[in-house]
Each structure stands twice: as structure tokens, then as C-alpha cells.
């Protein structure tokens, strides 16, 4: 109950403050039609993880009803398990962001793979191509793969192998599967910069990345000269700070989005991972707002 309330609390401060539009109604409730912030703003995405401790304190009906008020339309899930969606069929949950006026176009999810778990592990995949078939979604995305001191570029060649087949049978659905980036991958192995590597050695035509903006910059290389030089295998990116969109001065987000634009990137996800204030709805907020306010975003 009290996680409700700080849920109902935190709304309300929102609506006070006139950061969220209210809903605007037709008097005597017939033939009319409600308009929300999200009808009236840009094609902002959001990843989901953003918001984690939320989704694990007040539940995802709490949280897409937080960040539709907000103005976000395309989310991307990080809640699967078991051939569930935080905890829902993913039908359902389809069905719910939709009455929200959203929509989920894309997940993260993963397996580590190993030769001697090949079954079980491609197994765990046609469950979970299944269920997002069920949610709607146009990309699958692994956010990681484990990379130490010990990594060879013959295990990166078994995970370029491995991600082929998974977006083989991804593909069977209609769906793009896809490779996330942190910082880690800008490192070498054996002269080899392991993105590069990764990017060289996937098939083209069943493996995409989603870039995250942020991590290439940390990891000493240049966002807009990969979107440049490969603009056939980026096809989804992660808008990413320090902490909110647009507060560290670090990003320049600008030649970003012209490069995305220029590529024909259609579909973009805010994600904040840490917070100024340990709010939050607060960065998430603000981290739209930015980017809401900003000419160079359409």
C-alpha cells in the first residue's frame, strides 16, 4: 500500500508541477476523445530498466502508467523470464501498454553460451522468441556476453556463431535479433578491437547492433564515425548519459541524432541508469524533457 501511495504521490507532484499534461476530457463524457501528453509529442523510446526498482516496488501497470503520462511512446522491455513479461503473459501486457496509448517494439534478453549447452540454450531461445512474438515486438536484443582476461578471438568467433543462429531463428518470427554494447568491447584482443571484430564476423543479414551512445564515447571511440562507416548495422540505438539525457555535458547528442536520421534509424530508446537525486521518475522525466525541448529530435 505504501508503495502505491508513493506511486499516487509522486503523480501528483507531476501534475502539480505541470511536467505532464493532464488528460483533457469532453464534457458529459460522450463522443469525446481523451488527449494525453504522449499524443502530442515526439517518437521518444524508453528502455524499461530505467525504471527497475519501480517495476520491483509498484509493478509495470504502475510504471507504463507513469511514463505514458510522461510523453514516451516506444518501449523496450528487460523483464523476461520463463515465457513470461514482468510476470505477465505477453499478450496481456501487450494489451496494456496499448491501452496507454504504447507500444513495445523491442526487448533485452540473453543467454551465455557454451558448446556442450547448444540445445538447452537454443531451446531457452525458441521460448523466448515465442513470447515476444506474442508481445509484438520488431528486435530481440543480448545486452552482454562475457568477455575477461582469458577471452580468445576464437570465443568471440563462437558468439558471432552463436548470435547467427539465434537470429536465424528470430528471423522466423519476423523479428531482428540484435548485440548491445557497453565499454568493455572497445578493448583489444590480440590487436583485434573486439566491437570491430563482432561487426566484421556476424552475419549482416541475421545479426544488427544496437549502439549505446554513452559506452562507445567512454570507451575511447567515436559514435557518429561508426553510424558513418556502417550504416547497414546499426539499426536501433540506446540514448545514453552519465546519468539524465543532456545533464553531464560529456554527450553531444546532436551529430548523433543527424547521423541516426541520416541512416534511417527509426527507432531509439532513452536509458538512465543512475540518478542525480535517487529519483528515478524524476531522471526519467527529465531526461525526456530534454530531448522533447531539443530541435535536432523529430
Not at 33 to 49: E, H, P, V
Not at 117 to 134: F, L, N, P
Not at 159 to 185: L, P, Q, R, S, T
Amino acid at each position: 500500500m505504501q508503495n502505491r501511495r508513493n506511486f499516487l504521490k509522486r503523480a501528483s507532484l507531476l501534475l502539480a508541477g505541470g511536467v505532464v499534461a493532464p488528460k483533457l476530457l469532453t464534457s458529459c463524457g460522450g463522443g469525446g476523445s481523451a488527449t494525453t501528453a504522449s499524443a502530442t509529442t515526439k517518437n521518444i523510446g524508453l528502455q524499461l530498466y530505467s525504471l527497475r526498482e519501480m517495476v520491483k516496488d509498484e509493478g509495470i501497470q504502475a510504471v507504463l502508467e507513469t511514463v505514458a503520462k510522461m510523453g514516451y511512446k516506444n518501449l523496450e522491455a528487460a523483464g523476461y523470464n520463463d515465457g513470461k513479461l514482468y510476470g505477465m503473459d505477453p499478450g496481456e501486457l501487450k494489451k496494456m501498454a496499448n491501452d496507454l496509448g504504447l507500444k513495445f517494439t523491442s526487448s533485452h534478453v540473453g543467454q551465455s553460451f557454451s558448446k556442450d549447452k547448444e540445445a538447452e540454450v537454443m531451446s531457452w531461445w525458441d521460448q523466448a522468441i515465442d513470447a515476444h512474438d506474442k508481445l509484438g515486438v520488431k528486435y530481440l536484443v543480448q545486452p552482454w556476453m562475457p568477455v575477461n582476461n582469458e577471452t580468445t578471438l576464437d570465443d568471440l568467433k563462437m558468439y558471432c556463431d552463436y548470435f547467427n543462429a539465434v537470429g536465424v531463428n528470430a528471423a522466423k518470427n519476423n523479428i531482428a535479433f540484435g548485440y548491445h554494447n557497453h565499454d568493455f568491447e572497445f578493448r583489444t584482443i590480440d590487436g583485434h578491437v573486439i566491437y570491430d571484430f563482432l561487426l566484421d564476423n556476424v552475419s549482416k543479414n541475421h545479426v544488427f547492433f544496437q549502439m549505446d551512445v554513452y559506452w562507445v564515447t567512454m570507451g575511447g571511440a567515436d559514435p557518429v564515425a561508426y553510424l558513418k562507416e556502417r550504416p547497414d548495422q546499426f539499426k536501433t540505438i540506446h540514448i545514453k548519459d552519465e546519468k539524465e539525457i543532456g545533464a553531464s555535458g560529456k554527450m553531444n547528442f546532436k551529430p548523433i541524432f543527424d547521423q541516426m536520421y541520416a541512416n534511417n534509424v527509426k527507432d531509439w530508446y532513452v536509458e538512465v541508469e543512475q540518478y542525480t537525486n535517487n529519483d528515478p521518475v524524476a531522471s526519467v522525466q527529465e531526461s525526456f524533457d530534454f530531448l522533447n525541448n531539443a530541435d535536432y529530435v523529430k
